[in-house]
Structures are given as structure tokens and as C-alpha cells.
């Protein structure tokens, strides 16, 4: 079983800057990938970005140029800059442990972003 503890939600302008961390912890097999998806109200949720264990990294294009995801062994960080209304969602974070040839996928219970105009 792997835990997903989140911080650094919070009310911003826009144009300001917020970073989230999640701490992976209670598995001795380090994630396989990590990200964060997001969800706004009345919305589905969507990936902001991942980042696999090598490094590789991928965000959705309305995020590419202000989010900067980063990883350091079961921590995954969003750097959030530049930010804007639409950004305002619950963000959660997301890891997936690959183990016997299954997928096992962890969600953390979300941090909540709001972007004011």
C-alpha cells in the first residue's frame, strides 16, 4: 500500500506562483511514475503532468511553458507559475507501482488551487 501526502495548495493571483509536493510513502517499491491531475468543478479530471522514474516527463499543452513537474526518488514536485483563472481546480497527485506485471495506481486526497482575476 502506498500513502500520498500533498501540500502546498493555497489562493494566488493570477500571475503568481505556487509549487505542490507529494510524499510517497509505505511501500518499499519506489513508484513507477508520478504526476498530478487536476480537477475543476462541473469538470472531468485531467493529467496536468507525469514524470516516470527515469525522468521522462510529459504535461498538457495548456500547462507546457508555466509547470515544471520534477521528482527526487518518492517525491514528486509542480512548480506552478504564471498562473492563470483556469487554472483553479483540486490537484491530485497520482502514482503508479509496477509489481508482478500488475499496475497498481494510489491517488492522494487533493489540494485545492484557486487562481483569483
Known amino acids: 500500500q502506498v500513502q500520498l501526502v500533498e501540500s502546498g495548495g493555497g489562493l494566488v493571483q493570477a500571475g503568481g506562483s505556487l509549487r505542490l509536493s507529494c510524499a510517497a510513502s509505505?511501500?518499499?517499491?519506489?513508484?513507477?511514475?508520478m504526476g498530478w491531475y487536476r480537477q475543476a468543478p462541473g469538470k472531468q479530471r485531467e493529467l496536468v503532468a507525469v514524470?516516470?522514474?527515469?525522468?521522462s516527463t510529459n504535461c498538457a499543452d495548456s500547462v507546457k511553458g508555466r509547470f515544471t513537474i520534477s521528482r527526487d526518488k518518492n517525491t514528486v514536485l509542480l512548480q506552478m507559475n504564471s498562473l492563470k483563472p483556469e487554472d483553479t481546480a483540486v490537484y491530485y497527485c497520482?502514482?503508479?507501482?509496477?509489481?508482478?506485471?500488475?499496475?497498481?495506481?494510489?491517488w492522494g486526497q487533493g489540494t485545492q488551487v484557486t487562481v483569483s482575476s
Open positions: 514524470i516516470t522514474g527515469g525522468g
Open positions: 509505505g511501500s518499499i517499491f519506489s513508484p513507477n511514475a
Open positions: 497520482n502514482a503508479e507501482v509496477i509489481l508482478g506485471g500488475m499496475t497498481y495506481v494510489y
